[in-house]
Protein backbone atom coordinates (compact mmCIF):
# COMPACT_ATOMS: atom_id res chain seq x y z
CA UNK A 1 0.00 0.00 0.00
CA UNK A 2 1.22 3.28 -1.01
CA UNK A 3 2.42 5.84 1.67
CA UNK A 4 -0.56 8.45 2.63
CA UNK A 5 0.56 12.32 0.77
CA UNK A 6 -0.55 15.59 2.13
CA UNK A 7 0.87 19.42 1.91
CA UNK A 8 1.52 21.56 4.09
CA UNK A 9 -1.21 24.00 5.97
CA UNK A 10 -4.76 23.62 5.58
CA UNK A 11 -7.41 22.50 7.92
CA UNK A 12 -10.15 20.17 9.14
CA UNK A 13 -13.66 21.07 8.77
CA UNK A 14 -16.44 18.05 9.38
CA UNK A 15 -16.66 16.36 6.11
CA UNK A 16 -20.18 15.24 6.85
CA UNK A 17 -20.40 13.15 3.94
CA UNK A 18 -22.11 10.70 5.13
CA UNK A 19 -25.66 12.22 4.44
CA UNK A 20 -25.10 11.75 1.16
CA UNK A 21 -22.12 8.64 0.23
CA UNK A 22 -24.09 5.67 0.63
CA UNK A 23 -26.98 6.74 -1.90
CA UNK A 24 -26.45 5.80 -5.47
CA UNK A 25 -26.73 7.99 -8.20
CA UNK A 26 -30.25 8.52 -8.96
CA UNK A 27 -30.44 9.58 -12.87
CA UNK A 28 -33.50 12.44 -13.72
CA UNK A 29 -35.61 12.52 -16.23
CA UNK A 30 -35.15 15.85 -17.99
CA UNK A 31 -37.99 18.77 -16.45
CA UNK A 32 -40.32 20.27 -18.48
CA UNK A 33 -38.40 23.16 -19.64
CA UNK A 34 -34.61 23.37 -19.26
CA UNK A 35 -32.69 26.78 -19.20
CA UNK A 36 -29.18 25.99 -20.51
CA UNK A 37 -26.84 28.86 -19.89
CA UNK A 38 -24.60 30.07 -22.45
CA UNK A 39 -21.55 30.89 -19.74
CA UNK A 40 -20.85 27.45 -18.03
CA UNK A 41 -17.53 27.78 -18.68
CA UNK A 42 -14.52 29.47 -17.47
CA UNK A 43 -13.89 32.25 -20.07
CA UNK A 44 -16.04 34.24 -23.30
CA UNK A 45 -19.96 32.75 -23.15
CA UNK A 46 -21.15 30.62 -26.21
CA UNK A 47 -22.79 32.74 -29.04
CA UNK A 48 -26.46 31.98 -29.73
CA UNK A 49 -26.96 30.81 -32.54
CA UNK A 50 -30.96 29.31 -32.36
CA UNK A 51 -34.07 31.78 -32.16
CA UNK A 52 -37.31 31.62 -30.40
CA UNK A 53 -39.44 28.70 -32.52
CA UNK A 54 -36.48 26.90 -33.65
CA UNK A 55 -36.39 23.00 -33.32
CA UNK A 56 -33.26 20.98 -31.14
CA UNK A 57 -32.35 17.90 -30.99
CA UNK A 58 -30.59 16.44 -28.17
CA UNK A 59 -26.91 17.32 -28.31
CA UNK A 60 -27.13 19.83 -30.77
CA UNK A 61 -25.43 23.12 -30.52
CA UNK A 62 -27.45 25.36 -29.26
CA UNK A 63 -24.39 28.12 -28.59
CA UNK A 64 -20.87 27.71 -31.14
CA UNK A 65 -17.82 29.05 -29.39
CA UNK A 66 -16.40 32.70 -29.28
CA UNK A 67 -12.66 32.86 -28.74
CA UNK A 68 -10.15 30.79 -27.18
CA UNK A 69 -10.98 30.34 -23.57
CA UNK A 70 -14.41 29.50 -24.60
CA UNK A 71 -16.63 26.22 -25.41
CA UNK A 72 -19.90 25.21 -27.88
CA UNK A 73 -22.79 24.92 -25.36
CA UNK A 74 -25.26 21.72 -26.73
CA UNK A 75 -29.10 21.15 -26.16
CA UNK A 76 -29.62 18.45 -23.59
CA UNK A 77 -32.85 17.33 -24.78
CA UNK A 78 -35.09 17.27 -28.25
CA UNK A 79 -37.18 20.04 -27.89
CA UNK A 80 -38.10 23.83 -28.76
CA UNK A 81 -36.71 26.97 -28.22
CA UNK A 82 -39.01 29.34 -26.47
CA UNK A 83 -36.76 32.11 -25.19
CA UNK A 84 -33.13 33.41 -25.23
CA UNK A 85 -32.65 35.57 -21.83
CA UNK A 86 -30.78 36.99 -18.99
CA UNK A 87 -31.04 34.01 -15.47
CA UNK A 88 -29.64 34.24 -12.78
CA UNK A 89 -26.85 31.82 -12.40
CA UNK A 90 -25.26 29.51 -9.39
CA UNK A 91 -21.70 31.13 -9.89
CA UNK A 92 -22.42 35.14 -11.25
CA UNK A 93 -25.51 37.16 -10.75
CA UNK A 94 -27.36 36.55 -14.12
CA UNK A 95 -26.49 35.15 -17.52
CA UNK A 96 -27.98 34.31 -20.94
CA UNK A 97 -29.74 31.10 -21.72
CA UNK A 98 -31.52 29.33 -24.29
CA UNK A 99 -34.67 28.55 -22.60
CA UNK A 100 -36.29 24.95 -24.19
CA UNK A 101 -39.04 23.54 -23.92
CA UNK A 102 -38.29 19.65 -23.84
CA UNK A 103 -40.31 17.11 -26.16
CA UNK A 104 -38.23 14.11 -25.24
CA UNK A 105 -34.92 12.69 -24.55
CA UNK A 106 -34.18 10.48 -27.30
CA UNK A 107 -31.50 9.95 -29.37
CA UNK A 108 -28.06 8.25 -28.48
CA UNK A 109 -24.56 9.62 -29.74
CA UNK A 110 -24.20 13.04 -31.60
CA UNK A 111 -21.25 12.01 -32.89
CA UNK A 112 -19.17 8.74 -34.59
CA UNK A 113 -17.71 7.27 -31.92
CA UNK A 114 -13.81 7.05 -32.08
CA UNK A 115 -13.67 3.12 -30.90
CA UNK A 116 -10.05 2.78 -31.63
CA UNK A 117 -8.75 6.36 -30.07
CA UNK A 118 -5.09 4.98 -29.61
CA UNK A 119 -4.62 4.85 -33.12
CA UNK A 120 -6.40 8.24 -33.51
CA UNK A 121 -4.16 11.46 -34.87
CA UNK A 122 -4.18 13.70 -31.23
CA UNK A 123 -5.62 17.11 -32.98
CA UNK A 124 -8.65 14.93 -33.89
CA UNK A 125 -9.27 13.76 -30.45
CA UNK A 126 -8.42 17.10 -28.62
CA UNK A 127 -11.00 18.42 -31.47
CA UNK A 128 -13.73 16.14 -30.26
CA UNK A 129 -13.20 16.97 -26.66
CA UNK A 130 -13.76 21.01 -27.80
CA UNK A 131 -16.57 20.56 -29.61
CA UNK A 132 -18.31 18.24 -27.10
CA UNK A 133 -17.73 21.08 -24.96
CA UNK A 134 -16.65 19.61 -22.18
CA UNK A 135 -15.11 21.96 -19.05
CA UNK A 136 -13.50 21.00 -15.25
CA UNK A 137 -16.19 19.44 -13.72
CA UNK A 138 -14.77 19.86 -10.16
CA UNK A 139 -15.65 23.35 -9.70
CA UNK A 140 -13.46 25.53 -12.00
CA UNK A 141 -15.09 25.00 -15.46
CA UNK A 142 -11.98 25.56 -17.23
CA UNK A 143 -12.16 24.14 -21.20
CA UNK A 144 -10.22 21.14 -21.27
CA UNK A 145 -9.44 21.18 -24.74
CA UNK A 146 -7.04 24.26 -23.64
CA UNK A 147 -5.27 22.42 -21.09
CA UNK A 148 -4.40 19.41 -23.51
CA UNK A 149 -3.08 22.28 -25.88
CA UNK A 150 0.23 23.36 -24.17
CA UNK A 151 2.17 25.93 -25.52
CA UNK A 152 5.19 25.24 -27.76
CA UNK A 153 8.09 24.44 -26.06
CA UNK A 154 5.80 23.14 -22.79
CA UNK A 155 6.04 19.48 -22.10
CA UNK A 156 3.76 18.03 -19.81
CA UNK A 157 5.13 14.65 -18.71
CA UNK A 158 2.43 14.41 -15.45
CA UNK A 159 -1.34 13.78 -15.61
CA UNK A 160 -2.88 13.74 -12.13
CA UNK A 161 -6.41 13.01 -11.78
CA UNK A 162 -8.09 15.17 -9.62
CA UNK A 163 -10.85 12.19 -6.99
CA UNK A 164 -9.74 14.09 -3.90
CA UNK A 165 -13.72 16.05 -3.74
CA UNK A 166 -12.24 17.47 -0.17
CA UNK A 167 -15.34 20.24 0.13
CA UNK A 168 -17.54 18.77 2.78
CA UNK A 169 -20.75 17.32 2.50
CA UNK A 170 -19.93 16.73 -1.45
CA UNK A 171 -19.98 13.12 -2.50
CA UNK A 172 -20.96 12.95 -6.42
CA UNK A 173 -17.26 12.62 -7.50
CA UNK A 174 -17.17 9.63 -5.11
CA UNK A 175 -20.24 7.82 -6.43
CA UNK A 176 -18.69 8.49 -9.62
CA UNK A 177 -15.95 6.67 -9.05
CA UNK A 178 -17.69 3.80 -7.23
CA UNK A 179 -20.28 3.46 -10.55
CA UNK A 180 -18.54 4.83 -13.39
CA UNK A 181 -14.92 3.25 -12.80
CA UNK A 182 -14.14 1.92 -16.19
CA UNK A 183 -15.40 5.24 -18.04
CA UNK A 184 -12.91 7.32 -15.80
CA UNK A 185 -10.44 4.97 -16.52
CA UNK A 186 -11.00 5.05 -20.14
CA UNK A 187 -11.39 9.26 -20.12
CA UNK A 188 -8.00 9.33 -18.38
CA UNK A 189 -6.22 6.48 -20.47
CA UNK A 190 -7.62 9.02 -23.56
CA UNK A 191 -6.44 12.07 -21.76
CA UNK A 192 -2.72 10.63 -20.95
CA UNK A 193 -2.41 9.58 -24.67
CA UNK A 194 -3.56 12.75 -25.91
CA UNK A 195 -0.62 14.37 -23.81
CA UNK A 196 1.57 11.90 -24.52
CA UNK A 197 2.12 10.78 -20.38
CA UNK A 198 2.74 7.10 -19.39
CA UNK A 199 1.52 6.56 -16.00
CA UNK A 200 -1.23 9.00 -14.78
CA UNK A 201 -2.16 8.55 -11.43
CA UNK A 202 -5.50 9.36 -9.29
CA UNK A 203 -5.52 11.46 -6.63
CA UNK A 204 -7.99 10.00 -3.70
CA UNK A 205 -8.22 11.15 -0.16
CA UNK A 206 -8.20 7.92 2.45
CA UNK A 207 -11.68 8.57 3.81
CA UNK A 208 -12.78 6.96 0.04
CA UNK A 209 -11.32 3.55 0.80
CA UNK A 210 -14.01 1.50 -1.25
CA UNK A 211 -13.46 3.89 -4.43
CA UNK A 212 -8.87 3.22 -3.51
CA UNK A 213 -9.72 -0.49 -3.65
CA UNK A 214 -11.83 -0.84 -6.92
CA UNK A 215 -9.79 1.87 -8.82
CA UNK A 216 -6.61 -0.25 -7.71
CA UNK A 217 -8.36 -3.71 -8.79
CA UNK A 218 -9.00 -1.97 -11.92
CA UNK A 219 -5.48 -1.29 -12.75
CA UNK A 220 -5.21 2.48 -12.12
CA UNK A 221 -2.47 3.74 -10.01
CA UNK A 222 -3.93 5.66 -7.12
CA UNK A 223 -1.91 8.16 -4.67
CA UNK A 224 -3.54 8.28 -1.22
CA UNK A 225 -3.70 11.45 0.10
CA UNK A 226 -4.44 12.42 3.78
CA UNK A 227 -7.99 13.90 4.20
CA UNK A 228 -7.25 17.45 4.54
CA UNK A 229 -8.89 21.10 3.56
CA UNK A 230 -8.11 21.98 0.49
CA UNK A 231 -6.28 18.82 -0.61
CA UNK A 232 -8.42 18.78 -3.98
CA UNK A 233 -6.73 22.35 -4.60
CA UNK A 234 -4.57 22.61 -8.13
CA UNK A 235 -2.08 23.42 -6.61
CA UNK A 236 -1.71 21.48 -3.26
CA UNK A 237 -2.65 18.32 -5.02
CA UNK A 238 0.16 18.39 -7.29
CA UNK A 239 2.55 19.17 -4.44
CA UNK A 240 0.91 16.38 -2.69
CA UNK A 241 1.26 13.60 -5.37
CA UNK A 242 4.26 14.50 -7.57
CA UNK A 243 6.54 16.87 -5.21
CA UNK A 244 6.30 19.95 -7.55
CA UNK A 245 5.69 23.22 -5.94
CA UNK A 246 3.82 25.42 -8.36
CA UNK A 247 4.92 29.04 -8.19
CA UNK A 248 2.38 32.17 -7.22
CA UNK A 249 1.69 32.99 -10.75
CA UNK A 250 2.72 29.75 -12.53
CA UNK A 251 0.08 27.28 -13.62
CA UNK A 252 0.76 23.50 -13.59
CA UNK A 253 2.19 23.47 -17.23
CA UNK A 254 5.09 25.69 -15.83
CA UNK A 255 5.91 22.68 -13.90
CA UNK A 256 4.87 19.81 -16.25
CA UNK A 257 1.64 18.57 -14.79
CA UNK A 258 -2.31 18.73 -16.14
CA UNK A 259 -4.90 17.95 -13.72
CA UNK A 260 -8.32 17.02 -14.58
CA UNK A 261 -11.31 16.10 -12.24
CA UNK A 262 -12.50 12.49 -12.23
CA UNK A 263 -16.02 13.78 -13.88
CA UNK A 264 -14.11 15.49 -16.66
CA UNK A 265 -12.69 11.88 -17.74
CA UNK A 266 -16.28 10.33 -17.58
CA UNK A 267 -17.02 13.42 -19.87
CA UNK A 268 -14.31 12.63 -21.98
CA UNK A 269 -14.74 8.99 -22.60
CA UNK A 270 -18.68 9.64 -23.74
CA UNK A 271 -17.43 12.13 -25.84
CA UNK A 272 -14.80 10.19 -27.65
CA UNK A 273 -16.27 6.38 -26.80
CA UNK A 274 -19.46 7.34 -27.06
CA UNK A 275 -19.94 9.99 -29.35
CA UNK A 276 -21.81 12.43 -26.69
CA UNK A 277 -21.49 16.12 -26.04
CA UNK A 278 -21.11 17.23 -22.34
CA UNK A 279 -24.87 17.60 -21.37
CA UNK A 280 -25.59 16.17 -17.71
CA UNK A 281 -23.56 15.48 -14.55
CA UNK A 282 -23.73 14.27 -11.07
CA UNK A 283 -24.13 16.25 -8.63
CA UNK A 284 -24.93 16.06 -4.61
CA UNK A 285 -27.71 17.62 -3.04
CA UNK A 286 -27.09 17.76 0.73
CA UNK A 287 -27.35 19.70 4.14
CA UNK A 288 -29.94 19.22 6.98
CA UNK A 289 -32.00 21.28 5.54
CA UNK A 290 -33.31 18.50 2.96
CA UNK A 291 -35.17 15.58 4.04
CA UNK A 292 -33.13 12.99 1.80
CA UNK A 293 -29.89 13.66 0.46
CA UNK A 294 -28.70 11.79 -2.34
CA UNK A 295 -26.54 12.63 -5.86
CA UNK A 296 -28.59 12.68 -8.97
CA UNK A 297 -27.35 12.34 -12.53
CA UNK A 298 -29.35 15.33 -14.34
CA UNK A 299 -29.07 17.74 -17.30
CA UNK A 300 -27.64 20.89 -17.48
CA UNK A 301 -30.22 23.30 -17.48
CA UNK A 302 -32.54 21.31 -14.75
CA UNK A 303 -33.60 23.91 -12.08
CA UNK A 304 -31.84 23.84 -8.95
CA UNK A 305 -35.37 23.54 -7.47
CA UNK A 306 -36.07 20.27 -9.40
CA UNK A 307 -33.16 18.56 -7.63
CA UNK A 308 -34.37 20.03 -3.88
CA UNK A 309 -37.91 18.50 -4.85
CA UNK A 310 -35.84 14.78 -5.92
CA UNK A 311 -34.04 14.96 -2.49
CA UNK A 312 -37.50 14.90 -0.55
CA UNK A 313 -37.98 18.36 -0.23
CA UNK A 314 -36.46 20.90 2.23
CA UNK A 315 -37.11 20.80 5.76
CA UNK A 316 -38.83 23.76 7.82
CA UNK A 317 -35.14 25.17 8.94
CA UNK A 318 -33.71 26.28 5.79
CA UNK A 319 -30.95 28.85 6.44
CA UNK A 320 -28.91 28.80 3.56
CA UNK A 321 -28.68 27.18 -0.08
CA UNK A 322 -25.34 27.01 -1.59
CA UNK A 323 -24.07 26.39 -5.03
CA UNK A 324 -21.24 23.63 -4.74
CA UNK A 325 -19.54 23.36 -1.31
CA UNK A 326 -19.88 25.26 2.16
CA UNK A 327 -15.84 26.42 1.99
CA UNK A 328 -15.89 27.97 -1.64
CA UNK A 329 -19.42 27.19 -3.04
CA UNK A 330 -21.22 30.60 -3.74
CA UNK A 331 -25.05 31.63 -1.33
CA UNK A 332 -28.03 30.99 -4.35
CA UNK A 333 -30.70 33.61 -3.17
CA UNK A 334 -32.70 31.76 -5.37
CA UNK A 335 -33.07 27.74 -6.31
CA UNK A 336 -34.58 29.02 -9.39
CA UNK A 337 -31.34 29.04 -10.63
CA UNK A 338 -29.82 26.26 -13.47
CA UNK A 339 -27.83 23.38 -12.56
CA UNK A 340 -24.76 24.11 -15.28
CA UNK A 341 -21.19 21.58 -15.81
CA UNK A 342 -19.77 22.85 -12.71
CA UNK A 343 -22.20 22.15 -10.61
CA UNK A 344 -21.08 19.86 -8.23
CA UNK A 345 -23.27 20.31 -5.43
CA UNK A 346 -26.48 22.24 -3.88
CA UNK A 347 -26.50 22.20 -0.10
CA UNK A 348 -29.79 23.36 1.71
CA UNK A 349 -28.46 24.43 5.01
CA UNK A 350 -30.14 24.34 7.93
CA UNK A 351 -29.24 27.09 11.50
CA UNK A 352 -27.35 24.94 13.06
CA UNK A 353 -25.19 23.46 10.06
CA UNK A 354 -24.85 27.62 9.46
CA UNK A 355 -21.78 30.12 11.45
CA UNK A 356 -24.20 33.50 12.04
CA UNK A 357 -22.06 35.21 14.53
CA UNK A 358 -21.46 38.89 13.75
CA UNK A 359 -18.09 39.66 12.54
CA UNK A 360 -15.62 40.68 15.27
CA UNK A 361 -12.04 43.02 15.66
CA UNK A 362 -8.75 40.72 14.30
CA UNK A 363 -6.65 39.97 17.53
CA UNK A 364 -3.68 39.45 15.21
CA UNK A 365 -3.65 35.41 16.50
CA UNK A 366 -1.97 34.52 13.47
CA UNK A 367 -4.44 31.54 12.80
CA UNK A 368 -5.23 32.26 9.32
CA UNK A 369 -1.46 32.91 8.41
CA UNK A 370 -1.08 29.28 10.02
CA UNK A 371 -3.10 27.46 7.60
CA UNK A 372 -2.80 29.66 4.51
CA UNK A 373 -2.17 26.64 1.66
CA UNK A 374 -0.35 29.55 -0.05
CA UNK A 375 1.86 30.87 2.20
CA UNK A 376 -0.35 34.38 2.23
CA UNK A 377 -0.99 36.30 4.81
CA UNK A 378 -5.02 36.97 4.71
CA UNK A 379 -4.82 39.18 7.83
CA UNK A 380 -2.71 41.60 5.90
CA UNK A 381 -4.70 41.30 2.56
CA UNK A 382 -7.99 41.88 3.99
CA UNK A 383 -7.15 44.69 6.18
CA UNK A 384 -5.60 46.65 2.98
CA UNK A 385 -9.09 45.82 1.74
CA UNK A 386 -10.90 47.05 4.45
CA UNK A 387 -9.05 50.30 4.38
CA UNK A 388 -9.73 50.52 0.50
CA UNK A 389 -5.78 50.66 0.05
CA UNK A 390 -5.52 48.82 -3.00
CA UNK A 391 -1.41 48.65 -3.36
CA UNK A 392 -0.78 47.21 0.01
CA UNK A 393 -3.57 44.34 -0.57
CA UNK A 394 -1.29 43.88 -4.61
CA UNK A 395 2.23 43.67 -2.68
CA UNK A 396 0.89 41.20 -0.03
CA UNK A 397 -0.17 39.10 -2.82
CA UNK A 398 -4.08 39.48 -3.23
CA UNK A 399 -3.89 37.97 -6.04
CA UNK A 400 -2.52 34.57 -5.57
CA UNK A 401 -5.08 33.87 -3.39
CA UNK A 402 -7.57 31.06 -4.51
CA UNK A 403 -10.43 31.96 -1.95
CA UNK A 404 -10.00 28.62 -0.75
CA UNK A 405 -11.58 29.63 2.55
CA UNK A 406 -9.95 28.15 4.81
CA UNK A 407 -8.31 31.39 6.61
CA UNK A 408 -11.97 32.82 7.09
CA UNK A 409 -13.18 29.12 8.40
CA UNK A 410 -10.14 29.27 11.45
CA UNK A 411 -10.47 32.41 12.31
CA UNK A 412 -11.77 33.14 16.15
CA UNK A 413 -13.41 36.54 15.09
CA UNK A 414 -15.62 35.11 12.72
CA UNK A 415 -13.29 37.41 9.75
CA UNK A 416 -14.87 37.59 6.59
CA UNK A 417 -11.45 37.22 5.13
CA UNK A 418 -12.79 35.46 1.86
CA UNK A 419 -14.59 38.50 1.51
CA UNK A 420 -12.79 40.75 2.04
CA UNK A 421 -10.02 39.36 -0.12
CA UNK A 422 -12.21 38.92 -3.24
CA UNK A 423 -13.45 42.86 -3.59
CA UNK A 424 -9.19 43.50 -3.00
CA UNK A 425 -8.69 41.21 -6.40
CA UNK A 426 -11.37 43.23 -8.52
CA UNK A 427 -9.63 46.64 -7.19
CA UNK A 428 -6.51 44.91 -7.83
CA UNK A 429 -7.48 43.91 -11.05
CA UNK A 430 -8.56 47.51 -12.00
CA UNK A 431 -5.94 49.04 -10.29
CA UNK A 432 -3.31 47.09 -12.89
CA UNK A 433 -5.68 47.57 -16.41
CA UNK A 434 -5.64 51.62 -15.31
CA UNK A 435 -2.03 51.04 -14.92
CA UNK A 436 -1.77 49.39 -18.87
CA UNK A 437 -4.34 51.49 -20.81
S1 LIG B 1 -7.32 34.40 12.24
FE1 LIG B 1 -8.69 36.17 12.34
S2 LIG B 1 -8.23 37.13 14.29
FE2 LIG B 1 -6.54 35.71 13.85
S3 LIG B 1 -5.00 36.96 12.77
FE3 LIG B 1 -6.29 36.06 11.22
S4 LIG B 1 -7.87 37.59 10.84
FE4 LIG B 1 -6.94 38.13 12.78
S1 LIG C 1 -5.76 33.74 1.84
FE1 LIG C 1 -6.80 32.76 0.13
S2 LIG C 1 -5.58 30.94 -0.31
FE2 LIG C 1 -5.01 31.63 1.76
S3 LIG C 1 -6.36 30.48 3.14
FE3 LIG C 1 -7.38 32.44 2.70
S4 LIG C 1 -8.72 31.98 0.99
FE4 LIG C 1 -7.22 30.29 1.07
Keep these: ?40 HLGAPSKPVVKPGDEVTKGSVIGEQNGFISLPTHSPVNGKVLRIENVPMPHMRSGPAVVIKTESEDGENVYEPI ?75 ILA ?32 LKVQYPQGAEKQLIDAAVGRQVPAGALPLNVGVVVQNVGTCVAVADAVCKGMPSIRRITTVSG ?32 RLIGGGPM ?18 ILAM ?5 RDTAEGPCIKCGKCVDVCPLNLLPCTIATASEYEKWEDAEKAGALNCMACGTCSYVCPSGRYLVHYIKRAQNEVRALIRAREA
Design 1 to 40: MSKVKSFAGGTHPPGNKGLSCGAAVVRLPAPEVVTVPLCQ
Design 115 to 189: ADWKNTEIPLLVSRIKEAGICGMGGASFPTYVKLSPPPGVKIDTLIINGVECEPYLTADHRLMLEKADDLITGMN
Design 193 to 224: HVLGVSDPCIGIEVNKPDAIELLEKKGARVVR
Design 288 to 319: LGVNKPGNFDVCVGTPVSTLIEAAGGYKEDVK
Design 328 to 345: MGMALFTDGVPVTKGTSG
Design 350 to 354: ASKEV
